[in-house]
T-cell receptor, first 114, second 112 residues
Framework: AQSVTQLDSQVPVFEEAPVELRCNYS??????LFWYVQYPNQGLQLLLK??????LVKGINGFEAEFNKSQTSFHLRKPSVHISDTAEYFC????????????FGAGTRLAVHP | ETGVTQTPRHLVMGMTNKKSLKCEQH?????MYWYKQSAKKPLELMFV???????ENNSVPSRFSPECPNSSHLFLHLHTLQPEDSALYLC???????????FGEGSWLTVV
């Protein structure tokens, strides 16, 4: 079985500051890793994903994440945030192969202040 | 605009009502999913259909009944719900065996 832990339930940050949202996972099989974003009153939008290859993946809206197998982490980063980045961010894992079965973390609320 | 469309976006129903949530995907996918998002809880996978066959039923109460008539449409039939079933219900789709799931905007359900 897989599980995902998002270490911070809320992250307040000032506009134009860098941010890191932390995600750790556990799994006995190889997995794919994802970050999704949910803006208020909307569904989930895919930010980026790690399937294989380079451990640094770049996504939309200037976000990137780094897969660290030894630390079983997949932290999300952005060097300079905007007010419009205020949203809920979800880390998720899915076993590689077979049909998708995304397991989500509890989410991190990013609040960007002017 | 998303390739996965859910209707209605908002639904209020009494505990004795019968209603349905509808999902349609325009992405050429052949696997569809229902997730439940409650306040203060992680997203929960409810059902998975792959190639129109149900492959996952995550211990969901029988008052929730899914239907997948073809690879583009997915329904969630609701009857005799409880107030604790109030949540955002998210539909999603992917290619069977694919690695990425795409979500709709969700249907907000309130049970009174």
């Amino acid at each position: 079985a897989q599980s995902v832990t998002q270490l911070d339930s809320q992250v307040p940050v000032f506009e134009e500051a860098p941010v890191e949202l932390r995600c750790n996972y556990s799994s006995s099989v190889s997995v794919y890793l994802f970050w999704y974003v949910q803006y208020p009153n909307q569904g989930l939008q895919l930010l980026l994903k790690y399937l294989s290859g380079s451990t640094l993946v770049k996504g939309i809206n200037g976000f990137e994440a780094e897969f660290n197998k030894s630390q079983t982490s997949f932290h999300l980063r952005k060097p300079s945030v905007h007010i419009s980045d205020t949203a809920e961010y979800f880390c998720a894992v899915s076993p590689s192969g077979g049909y998708n079965k995304l397991i989500f973390g509890a989410g991190t609320r990013l609040a960007v202040h002017p | 605009e998303t390739g996965v469309t859910q209707t209605p976006r908002h639904l209020v129903m009494g505990m004795t009502n019968k209603k349905s949530l509808k999902c349609e995907q325009h992405l050429g996918h052949n696997a569809m999913y229902w997730y439940k998002q409650s306040a203060k809880k992680p997203l929960e996978l409810m059902f998975v259909y792959s190639l129109e066959e149900r492959v996952e039923n995550n211990s969901v109460p029988s008052r929730f009944s899914p239907e997948c008539p073809n690879s583009s449409h997915l329904f969630l039939h609701l009857h005799t719900l409880q107030p604790e079933d109030s949540a955002l219900y998210l539909c999603a789709s992917s290619l069977a065996g694919g690695n990425t799931i795409y979500f709709g905007e969700g249907s907000w359900l309130t049970v009174v």
